[in-house]
């Protein structure tokens, strides 16, 4: 087991990095923060390369930490701790963990989440831990999405990346490969032809597109749909943010 007292620590420096996405890229790996998410972590088998912990890490996760192997283990101090997390109180425990290679988990059957330019890390996030809770068979990032290896998008989802392949891919690419597959695709928006999600039965195998926060799915994509769908609003609020808007969807659509 190491210890690691100072901020100054040539590895805690190489750590800090990772809160960069390029950095991240760069060396494959990202942060996780609190023990549930490391756990989760671990629960997946996922390759966790080092787990740093502090004094409360140590108290209250001793039993958990011994079950692991000694050479990922760095004990830290707080302020060591303190330098690395972007939480307003650290937790405890930090993890660094190798990113996974989903390159060949594209099957096009089940049912898919495709996000089209999905900025915000919270609203990712949280529609990665509803697909997981709706059942779905994974989530497709398309060109400007956030990146879930984001703090706040990993907060978010609370370890539904682990439960399911979360995939960067071009979303042109996989529309296709859906329609090749004979898988219905549904697009989001409010125009004429758009019918109430209302009316769309229930399926095993769909993929549904949610789009930007400001600008919606882009009409490249939405000429390529099935059908596009919109959700009602019967009170006087002009829209719904699109997290909610994913888990209606996905709660209707899902056989």
């Known amino acids: ?21 390029k950095h991240r890229e760069e060396k494959q790996q990202y942060i996780i923060e609190g023990f549930h998410l490391i756990e989760e972590a671990a629960k997946a088998n996922e390759e966790i390369t080092w787990i740093l912990y502090n004094q409360r890490g140590k108290t209250e996760w001793s039993e958990w930490l011994e079950g692991q192997p000694e050479e990922l283990l760095i004990e830290v101090s707080d302020e060591v701790l303190v330098s690395l997390s972007e939480l307003p109180t650290p937790q405890g425990m930090i993890a660094i963990v190798q990113m996974p290679n989903h390159e060949g988990d594209i099957q096009f059957s089940g049912s898919w989440l495709l996000l089209d330019n999905v900025q915000d890390p919270g609203n990712v996030g949280t529609m990665i831990r509803t697909a997981d809770a709706a059942g779905l068979s994974g989530v497709i990032l398309g060109e400007g999405s956030s990146d879930i290896y984001n703090t706040k998008v990993l907060r978010a989802m609370q370890g539904s990346n682990y439960h399911l392949p979360v995939i960067r891919k071009p979303l042109a690419e996989m529309i296709d490969g859906f329609k090749e597959a004979q898988i219905p695709i549904y697009g989001t928006e409010l125009n004429p032809e758009a019918v109430s999600y209302e009316e769309i039965k229930k399926v095993n195998d769909y993929a549904l597109i949610m789009g930007n926060e400001g600008q919606g799915v882009s009409a490249c994509f939405l000429e390529k749909t099935d059908k596009n769908i919109y959700i009602p609003i019967r009170g006087v609020a002009e829209s719904l943010n699109v997290a909610i808007a994913a888990g209606i969807l996905m709660y209707h659509l899902t056989k």
């Open 1 to 21: 087991m190491k210890e690691i007292l100072s901020t100054k620590n040539a590895m805690i420096k190489e750590f800090k990095k990772l809160h960069k996405k």
